[in-house]
């Protein structure tokens, strides 16, 4: 008997993959195309488990959409650029492009011997100036058609690494590399008109019927779309050019509870008095301190100063209410002034609470008495209320139906009206780094901003920077900074801020269309291969970039760059669960932690090997490098196989949830890879007369198989595909049937294992003579006529014990099943040569035998 030798199978497999270039994307016109893509990774360096689960499902899909006779697209990039190649760099010496490359040809070597079903002469970096050129020049084409613009705005300013940082990267209201305390800066910056597409990208969620509906409501949310009513308050004192102060708000039926109003410390009345005053001067810079984040808004205390001018209510001119300059209002959310109506809402409550302003209820539960407020009351929508200050003309409703009601009166006495406002706030896209895409446009004292030429595309980033001071490299690099302007050819300056890493990610689906074209892509290619039939990828970018990959589609779109199909890029998206793994951990002479690699632990004594000292396990956690709880494939792979890892995290749980990795899990998954081999060369070695016992048994158990494996993995349970493979190798193994119907069913046993561990299917495909190769093997389909079922096998259950079973035509008379019943070698043994008490058939079902 042969062995099972994966560490030869395997590379053999994948050389002959190659040298046939059976993963080779074609535009085929007379086929039907799939294109299958995963979440392209960062290249750190390494990949982890977590990789291996992600790709192995993507190649699950890819291979048997191939099989199915489609022309498959399933690409790989790196997602290049970032801070971490800077802060390498930094910590280490050398340039971001070397790390970052040499990061990519490493993972790159893990990657191939996984075996994935990859077309590698599609692969890129967004680093690559050939992708990054492209890029510019879409940036031009979308400045070109308005929908990118340059305005000053108020960012996160990390005051040690002197740059923006996205809400992303600010932790605790610190900056993520330098741990700086974030303050709130005015920069001119360049902005996406993504909230022009809000409504869009809203309502177009309702047709993403294949993504989690967990995503589009966090997508919904992200947009937040909300109707309410804009409206001005007429100012007392106020300085020249502000007569009015326009507000927005989503509960216009709680105006008769207003106490005052606020603004943002960056509204224009603020900055007014900012200039004239230097208290409100030295007051709006203490509010710059925090960041710009709503969670850090949010949870920062409450503070704000009153700047002496008034307002008068528009539902009586005889009431004024103060203006104050608060914190926590945002200047590009509304109008970036609020109507504060401490009574319904825990922030103006608290808010009021420390200024001592009044608190004024407009309304209290249906049932309640009116009483002084000790926190704010904000009813549930459908909770029935009882109004105490609702105003003339508005009806006394509650939640939806009160706010129309308000919006209705003020919109028909002409002092507002009635407005839908979004969440979504233009995307900024400048950052002050090196190691990003260059923005494509030059400052020119005489022509002002000016695009460059698309012939002098791409603006490469120079190589010769360093990194021994704060700040972005290319502010400091005058041979690259200085240029002659487009238009006019005086001396100008090129901007110096790069693209958001965001941007990279936004279009790369559509650029492997056509990786190598010198346009940002292909028409036909683009026509052919888009949209994305299935995504896989974490939900931690439930929200962003695919927000983002929307709109740049619509973007795309609409300058010429994909089809009008396509502004949905993705027609289904799958979300896996993470891979986990336990932590092992002891501490140290001053009680801090120390953790410890898996390979470091003696799992049956629960010890160090090095010292023998006891460890504390933490059950299923994330993998983590700082927690050293990180399974390495490559390990895997050398000790059982690619097919072994592959297995195993397709095997153990639904794909959506998190699997926890171990090693008894590894060990029993290529046991029975092991045990499949076996099966084969054993049945391989068969006398050829055997006779046909159980062949029509052998073959319905095949094309269920087939049925059963081929709807599992058409809607993603690879896990009860396995479960129905085990079962079927179960079968044959047990199978007394000739041998061309045994290796029949091993050939298609090989064909339904294919997806998911492809080098031991070509073994056993080879080992029992089937033709070529596998993986170019049409999928096998079930005949419909073997999945009739003719008999049926009922339990036999003796005083309510499962003891034997028996099985019977469907139709057989039930005075004939009781006949096979009693002939059954454990009743007969149980009964001892008397008669049961009771003997009850249930058609179909199940044979109670009472004795």
Partial sequence: MSRYEPSQSEQKWQAAWEAAGVFTARRDPARPKYYVLEMFPYPSGRIHMGHVRNYTMGDVVARYKMSCGFSVLHPMGWDAFGMPAENAAIERGGHPKDWTYSNIADMRAQMKPLGLSIDWSREFATCDPEYYGQQQA????????????????????????????????????????????????????????????????????????????????????????????????????????????????????????????????????????????????????????????????????????????????????????????????????????????????????????????????????????????????????????????????????????????????????????????????????????????????????????????????????????????????????????????PKCGAPARRETDTMDTFVDSSWYYA????????????????????????????????????LYSRFFARAMAKTGHLPAKAIEPFDALFTQGMVTHEIYKTT??????????????????????????????????????????VVDPMNIIAQFGADTARWFVMSDSPPERDVEWTASGAEAACKHLTRVWNLCDRIASLPDDLPPREDEALLRAMHRAIADVTFSIENFAFNKAIAKLYEFTNTLAKSDASKPVRQQAMRTLAQLMAPMVPHLAEDVWAHQGGEGLVVRAPWPKADPAMLVEDTVTLPIQINGKRRSEVTVPKDMPVSEVEKLVLADETVIKVLAGGQPKKLIVVPGRIVNVVI
């Avoid at 209201?173 to 809000?198: H, P």
């Avoid at 208290?279 to 704000?304: L, P, S, V, W, Y």
């Avoid at 650029?511 to 892509?521: E, V």
């Avoid at 470091?600 to 050293?628: N, Q, R």
Wanted: net charge negative.
């Fill in 588 to 629: 140290d002479a001053n009680g801090r932690p120390v953790w410890h690699l898996p390979e470091e632990v003696d799992l049956e004594t629960g010890t160090l090997k090095a010292t023998g000292e006891k460890v504390e396990i933490i059950p299923s956690a994330k993998m983590s490098k700082s927690k050293k709880n």
């Fill in 138 to 485: 879409m940036f031009l084409d979308m400045l070109e058609a308005g929908l990118v613009y340059r305005k000053n705005a108020v960012v996160n300013w990390d005051p040690v690494d002197m740059t923006v940082l996205a809400n992303e990267q600010v932790e605790d209201g610190r900056g993520w590399r330098s741990g700086a305390l974030v303050e709130r800066k005015e920069l001119t910056q360049w902005f996406f008109k993504i909230s022009d597409y809000a409504g869009e990208l809203l309502a177009a969620l309702d047709g993403l019927k294949d993504w989690p509906e967990k995503v589009r409501l966090m997508q919904a949310n992200w947009i937040g779309q909300s109707r309410g009513l804009q409206f001005s308050f007429d100012t007392v004192d106020a300085p020249e050019g502000f007569g009015k102060i326009e507000v927005y708000t989503t509960r216009p039926d709680t105006l008769m509870g207003a106490s005052f109003v606020g603004i943002s410390p960056d509204h224009p009345l603020a900055k007014v008095l900012e200039a004239a005053n230097p208290e409100m001067a030295e007051f709006i810079a203490q509010c710059r301190k925090g960041g710009t984040t709503e969670e850090a808004i949010e949870t920062a205390e409450k503070i704000g100063l009153d700047t002496g001018i008034r307002v008068k209510h528009p539902l009586d001119p005889n009431w004024e209410l103060p203006v104050w300059i608060a914190n926590f209002i945002l200047m590009d959310y509304g109008t970036g002034a609020i109507f504060g109506c401490p009574a319904h809402d825990a922030r103006d409550f608290e808010f009021a609470t420390k200024y001592a302003l009044p608190i004024n209820p407009v309304f209290v539960a249906e049932g309640a008495e009116e009483a002084a407020l000790t926190e704010a009351f904000v009813p549930m929508k459908s909770e029935p209320v009882r109004y105490i200050r609702g105003f003339a003309g508005a009806e006394v409703q509650t939640g939806e139906d009160g706010v129309a009601s308000a919006i209705t009166v003020a919109e028909t006495q002409g002092w507002g009206t009635g407005v839908t406002k979004y969440r979504l706030r233009d995307w900024g896209l400048s950052r002050q780094r090196y190691w990003g895409c260059p923005i494509p446009v030059v400052h020119c004292a005489s022509c002002g901003v000016v695009p460059e030429k698309k012939e002098n595309l791409p603006i490469r980033l120079p190589d010769d920077v360093t990194f021994d001071k704060p700040g972005n490299p290319l502010d400091r690099h005058p041979t690259w900074r200085d240029c002659s302007c």
């Fill in 511 to 546: 650029r492997f269309t056509a990786p190598h074209a010198t346009t940002p892509t292909v028409a036909e290619d683009a026509d052919y291969w888009m949209n994305v039939d299935q995504y896989i990828g974490g939900i931690e970018h439930a929200i962003l970039h695919l």
